[in-house]
């Protein structure tokens, strides 16, 4: 359960905001939207391949500049 603790005169719409930051970084969303349509394993094992080469290239870019 996500907990915000709010202060005494504090803006909700500040209170909102900290809220929707802590559920989006639980990953509710993202994994209902995964589990709405089936991926087969090899499929997710290459899409994490190639995600992993990219933030390599990434990396490495960085390391040059």
Known sequence: MIVIPVKEGENIDRALKKFKRKFEKTGV?????????????????????????????????????
């Open 29 to 65: 969303i993202k994994e209902l939207r995964a589990r709405q349509v089936f991926k087969k394993p090899s499929v997710e094992k290459r899409e994490q391949r190639i995600k992993a080469a990219y933030v390599q290239t990434l990396q490495n870019s960085e390391e040059l500049s």
